[in-house]
């Protein structure tokens, strides 16, 4: 129950979905109604190749049901693995929203080459593409939120900090990749995470030492407490398990007064 409850808050926040549970069931569900088809412009499944700094990344839109422009999520996902959050991409849509899904620099058959920052950079270039291809896409350029999801999750907070068109990010679980790399250097963990990325397939770097070592370089762009006071007049959500980004939590907090 308790793993699920990030998933339902953000339908709630982000949807406007009916929550109902009875005191004293163990049932929790999300209400919708069925759509009124639009023949029209009904809802549909759009390939994309999205261009970002020279290089296209694989991509998809789940355009939402109807005729007018639709508000549009992106959905940020994971360091690259299996999980996308596509139940959630199917939910959104079918409360009028557009979702774009897409696979970093890099990663999944992406071309590029894949880092912290060029995943930052991607958002943004994808955020353009959807703004310079409205009308056909017809998405409401000025509704465009993010969600992403663990190193999505980080990516989010850094694109929204470097996008002030961009007002509304949903951070589920983000992965605080500067200072999970400080703790494994100091517990002497950091070759594991360095041949982990070296070992994983679907990513095209140069070497999973050169991966984390940026991030020790970079300290300024990748250490996410860093991203609080940018973030002041922004919307934010942070959905995370107890205590796991209860720093980062508070400075945002304290930062925003939203």
């Known amino acids: 129950m ?3 409850t990030p998933s339902i808050l953000f339908l709630i926040i982000m949807t406007g979905f009916h929550f109902s549970c009875k005191q004293g069931s163990h049932k929790e569900g999300v209400i919708q109604q069925d759509l009124a088809w639009a023949t029209g412009s009904p809802a549909g499944f759009v390939e994309l190749q999205l261009p970002s ?6 991509g998809f839109m789940y355009k939402a049901n109807g005729e007018r422009q639709h508000p549009t999520l992106l959905l940020l996902h994971g360091y690259p693995g299996n999980e996308r ?7 959104v849509r079918a409360q009028g929203w557009n979702v774009v899904y897409f696979d970093y620099r890099g990663s999944w058959g992406s071309q590029g080459e894949f880092s ?14 959807c703004k310079a291809n409205a009308a056909k896409l017809q998405v409401d350029t000025q509704h465009i939120a993010l ?10 907070l850094k694109a929204l900090q470097e996008m002030p068109g961009i007002q509304k990010g949903f951070a589920l679980s983000a992965w605080d990749i500067y200072a999970n790399t400080i703790e494994a250097t ?10 982990e990325a070296d070992d994983y397939f679907v990513l095209h770097k140069k070497s999973g030492k050169e991966l984390y070592g940026t991030v020790l370089k970079e300290a300024d762009f990748h250490n996410l407490l860093n991203t609080a006071k940018p973030l002041a007049n922004k919307q934010v959500v942070l959905l995370d398990e107890p205590r796991g980004n209860q720093a980062l939590g508070k400075s945002i907090q304290q930062a925003n007064p939203n």
């Open 2 to 4: 308790q793993k699920n």
């Open 53 to 58: 700094a020279g290089s296209l990344l694989q």
């Open 85 to 91: 959050n596509l139940d959630l991409a199917q939910a």
């Open 116 to 129: 912290f920052r060029h995943c930052v950079e991607d958002v943004k270039n994808v955020v353009d593409y």
């Open 147 to 156: 969600f992403g999801h663990s190193m999505g999750g980080f990516v989010c």
């Open 186 to 195: 100091k517990n002497k963990g950091l070759a594991a995470m360095e041949k």
